[in-house]
């Protein structure tokens, strides 16, 4: 595929989505459609093309309830290097602070001629309240344990790279999943394409209500080490534990941790990711965070392809010449 | 008062074991025959076609006044309550002030009787500012009119201070009606702990925490002799422990709300705060166990919990917002549609759980159409189709799941102490 523009001179048949909410609505014809895509700009941005001025006058706001650095640069960017204009808005230096709601200060935002509002939020279903009360794009970047499906688009497109395929793949998140947005939207979205997913961690951060949706649940890494070809491996979600679900860091470590020991028992082409941010030491000690089976940093490369693919599908002309 | 006759309706009355077609007259504000003829100068209404039945009684309703008159007033929540078909509706003490001195219960008494739409009772605080402490002065809220003992809004947590409620509310007859929750079971969550939690990414309330403190509440009740009201069950569990109670005849009595046998927690997909109450929307078999009790007689009474709140408080994000929806104008048609309708429960059970139940429960003489009794009667149109708006609404508030349902069946005429005081045009 040649990435000139007039690739990307409208949306292409098959998307017909406002908003991007959650991947468990989306199926797998349009996870698809994304991660084509992405992978499209990821050539131009490998190319150094790295403006393709395709959403020109179109503005998103980022509109961030909780704590975010990663995620909110790597859309901003995206916006950017769409040619679009972004603003941010920090909620705890706007009008909430003075009792304003949630969705009385989206609608004034909005009013100000807003094309995307990019919001992260603690509580699950807040993007759901925002695409109902706008007339804008909504695109999710993370309710609370909900789903964040660009992470999880991003997680799948490096496996893709990396392994050539999803279908057949034996893929294990590691981790708080209970508390886990990321867990949740890898689990949809890697489903949908065909691979066989485990939730792996103490039994107090995975249910076993996981089997009724079609999810293998273990308590035990090393057991399932030997049969995994990839391993995701979540940060501990303090902030949202409303009690301490394990005994101490200490302990989780040494359970789930995935050190050069455990290593030496996966399959030889294993690949690790993980969301970030990492707590080196907890989740994935360091030699093995940034070893040959690490795509860490790829994940953030993409992040910002998979990402600009959402805006452009979102935001671009839906026939060719038509983007106002 | 001119006489009133209500002529060939359908008349049910579990009470005294009646269903039949007849004519009721009613005359100074009392039933004064049944079987009676027109004659003399009387006010005729036809009830050909309808349900004649006792006044209904909603013994569970959130009037929020004192304090919270942006949701609900006594006015607005008692006129909602005849458009409902309810001539007497118990209110819960979680209002700001709590009701835990005479002078708020006189005040409520006061405000009701101003309003003079339906009857209020009123429901106070087993403790002093509801806090779960210490008992509040019970002897001195009974003198001033209340008829039963709750901290409705909070679970009495203390095992000491539930014990020290069913021995004391004994002197006086009273039933102590608990809000079962074990809060440390479930912390800042929102919704029922179920599949759909774990899919929603929402922390859930699990089943244990409304059954750990209903078999504590079930074995003090035993030990003391107390009367134990368990208000608003919801899951299989309970159900089971109160039936399992009952036959070894510890005083229990329980309720179920009209979106507790209607309605599960899948509705939360929408994360529609609408579906977020407490407690909260329980699994498929929940539901079914809970339609179980209401068959079998476990669960004695059908109670709305009408908790008003306003728009402006509800729709916010799911975490933010308050707990509770509107029920008041709802529940006969929710419990004809999908109680009556599909024979899950026939009519003269179900008036049962709507009038002489709950009446018997918070210890009034009403609930019956027997001679002499209090003139409150419910016509019903047991067939009429309509479609759920909360535009016409006359609670001051609109938060409900039901927007748009079509029910079958609703009040038609609602006559309180001999007056017609609601009809529908």
């Known amino acids: 595929m040649n990435p000139e523009k007039h690739d990307f001179e409208a949306v292409p048949l098959g998307w017909n989505r406002r908003h991007l909410l959650s991947l468990e609505e989306l199926s797998a014809e349009e996870i698809t459609l994304i991660l084509d895509q992405a992978a499209l700009f990821k050539q131009a941005l490998v190319q150094r093309r790295t403006r393709l001025p395709l959403l020109p006058g179109k503005t998103c706001v980022t509109l961030f309830f909780e704590n975010s650095t990663r995620t909110r640069t790597s859309f901003s960017l995206a916006a950017r290097r769409l040619g679009a204009d972004t603003v941010d ?93 990321t867990a949740r939207s890898n689990i949809w979205g890697l489903k949908k394409l065909g691979a ?46 409303y009690t301490r679900p394990f005994p101490s860091v200490r302990e989780y470590a040494h359970l789930y941790a995935m050190d050069r020991k455990r290593l030496e028992k996966t399959k030889p082409d294993i690949l690790i990711l993980a969301p970030g941010p990492i707590n080196r030491g907890v989740e994935v000690t360091p030699d093995v965070a940034d070893g040959p089976h690490s795509a860490i940093l790829e994940q953030v490369t993409n992040g910002v392809a998979v990402r600009m693919a959402a805006l452009w599908l979102l935001l671009g002309p839906k026939e060719k010449g038509k983007l106002f | 008062m001119p006489s009133l006759l209500i002529q060939n309706g359908r008349v049910i009355d579990p009470s005294q074991s009646l269903d039949r077609v007849m004519n009721l007259l009613v005359l100074d504000g009392r039933i004064a025959a049944l079987d009676a003829q027109p004659g003399g100068e009387q006010q005729i209404v036809d009830a050909s076609g309808k ?29 909602a309550a005849l458009a409902g078909g309810f001539t007497t509706i118990a209110c819960m003490p979680n209002t700001d002030p709590p009701v835990d001195s005479q002078g708020i219960v006189e005040f409520i008494r006061g405000q009701a009787a101003r309003a003079d739409n339906c009857h209020v009772l009123v429901v106070a605080c087993v403790s002093k500012n509801r806090e779960g402490k210490e008992l509040a002065e019970i002897g001195q809220l009974v003198k001033a009119g209340a008829v039963a003992f709750s901290d409705d809004g909070s679970p009495i947590a203390d095992p000491e201070l539930m014990r020290r409620a069913f021995e004391y509310c004994l002197m006086f007859d009273k039933p102590v009606l608990n809000h079962c929750e074990v809060r440390e079971l479930t912390g800042r969550a929102v919704m029922h702990e179920g599949q759909t ?50 036959r070894r005849q510890i005083r229990v009595t329980t309720e179920a709300t009209p979106h507790h046998f209607t309605l599960t927690d899948e509705c939360l997909r929408t994360f529609d705060p609408n579906c977020k109450m407490n407690p909260p929307l329980r699994g498929k078999d929940d539901v079914e166990a809970v339609i179980q009790g209401l068959a079998d007689g476990t669960i004695d009474v059908i109670a709305s919990d009408h908790a008003p709140h306003s728009k402006e408080k509800k729709m916010q994000e799911l975490d933010q917002a308050p707990f509770g929806i509107v029920g008041l104008e709802t529940t006969l048609g929710l419990v004809v549609t999908k109680l009556i309708e599909p024979g899950l429960l026939g009519w003269p059970k179900a008036i049962r759980k709507l009038t002489v139940n709950p009446a018997r429960i918070l210890g009034i003489n009403k609930g019956t159409l027997q001679v002499g009794a209090d ?27 039901f927007a748009g349902w079509q029910l079958t069946g609703r009040a038609d005429t609602v006559i309180v102490g001999g007056r017609i005081k609601f009809r529908r045009t």
């Open chain 1, 89 to 181: 808005f920090s909620a705890a230096t706007s009008s909430l602070s003075k009792g304003e709601t949630f969705i009385d200060t989206a609608k004034n935002i909005e009013a100000m001629g807003i094309d995307a509002v990019i919001v992260r939020h603690r509580t699950p279903g807040a993007p759901q309240l925002l695409a109902a009360n706008l007339r804008c794009s909504v695109l999710n970047a993370g309710d609370g344990a909900h789903e964040h499906p660009t992470q999880g688009l991003l997680d799948i497109m490096t496996i893709r790279e990396r392994k050539g395929k999803i279908e057949g793949l034996t893929i294990a998140l590691v981790g708080d999943i209970a508390h886990s947005r």
């Open chain 1, 196 to 241: 066989q997913v485990i939730v792996c961690g103490p039994s107090t951060l995975v249910s076993p209500r996981w089997a009724e949706l079609g999810v293998e649940y273990s308590y035990s890494l090393d057991a399932i080490l030997p049969r995994v070809d990839v391993l995701n491996l979540l940060r501990i979600q303090f902030e949202r534990q």
């Open chain 2, 51 to 79: 349900i004649v039945c006792p006044g209904l009684i909603d013994m569970h309703v959130h009037l929020r006044e004192p304090g919270r008159e942006e949701d609900e007033t006594i006015e607005s929540g008692t006129a």
């Open chain 2, 197 to 246: 939690s774990l899919v929603l990414g929402l922390s859930g309330m699990p089943a244990s925490a409304e059954e750990v403190m209903a078999s504590r509440d079930l074995t003090l009740a035993e030990t003391t002799g107390g009367r134990y009201h368990l208000m608003h069950i919801s899951t299989a569990g309970a159900v089971d422990m109160v039936r399992r109670a009952k």
């Open chain 2, 375 to 401: 003139a409150d009667v419910t016509i019903i149109d047991p067939a009429v189709q309509w479609k759920v708006d909360p535009r016409e609404f006359r609670s001051k508030s609109t938060n409900t799941p």
